[in-house]
């Protein structure tokens, strides 16, 4: 089961609506919805908050104030003084591949490029931990990436991002059960299509009025 929800992001209002932040987005709705407030914790560096369950373990909240190519100094002192295992870790953070208003579960697999990724791998020593990608699309030339995730989303971009993390939310009691193909089903779930518009029916053509024959003696 999950333990510890890392939202990736950089600090600072000058990056608060930026693409780059959506983990931090994400984070926060789950704060909100837990009835917890994030707080400054110096030893790991960055914002946290500690949900206690009945019969269960704590299970924390986090956003690291290290800026994106330093998360892991943060992840990792919070994950190993709990001991919090790497596979109990799941981090949120945008995604260039997807799309905005889609997210996707994944466990383990390469950093794809992401700083924040990378340094958390290197910090905890391995890739084997949850991710939740949130969509926010790609510019679609290489050398416009920095400029493009750290601007703020068009508000048709940012209104479907948000919805992605609304759904993903739903997961949550599932995650922290570990009833990880039952979270995948959540987030993948795909809204569904509209139904096509019902054609109006075409109006009947009335058979003409049938004659009576003639009587016996009348022109036909």
Do not use: C
């Not at 905005?100 to 994944?106: I, N």
């Not at 949850?130 to 920095?146: D, N, S």
């Not at 029916?201 to 022109?219: I, K, N």
């Amino acid at each position: 089961m999950i333990r510890l929800f890392v939202g990736l992001g950089n600090p600072g209002p000058e990056y608060e609506t930026t693409r780059h932040n959506a983990g931090f987005w994400w984070v926060d709705e789950l704060a909100d919805r837990l009835g917890v407030r994030l707080q400054p914790e110096r030893a790991y560096q960055g914002l946290a908050a500690r949900v206690n369950r009945p019969g269960a373990d704590p299970v924390w909240l986090l956003k690291p104030m290290t800026f994106m190519n330093r998360s892991g100094a943060s992840v990792a002192p919070l994950a190993r003084f709990f001991k919090i295992e790497p596979r109990q870790v799941l981090v949120v953070h945008d995604e260039l591949d997807l799309l905005p208003g889609q997210a996707k579960l994944k466990f383990g697999g390469s950093a794809a490029g992401h700083n924040g990724l990378k340094d958390i791998h290197g910090m905890l020593g391995t890739l084997d931990f949850w991710r939740l990608r949130l969509g926010i699309g790609h510019p679609g030339v290489k050398a416009e990436v920095v400029n493009y995730v750290l601007k703020k989303p068009a508000p048709d971009q940012r209104e479907a991002i948000d919805k992605a993390i609304a759904q993903s939310l739903k997961a949550v009691d599932a995650l922290l059960a570990g009833e990880m193909d039952h979270a995948l089903a959540l987030i993948h779930a795909q809204p569904p299509r509209p139904k096509p518009p019902r054609q109006p029916r075409s109006p009947e053509v009335q058979a003409p009025a049938t004659l009576p024959p003639p009587e016996p003696g009348d022109d036909p």
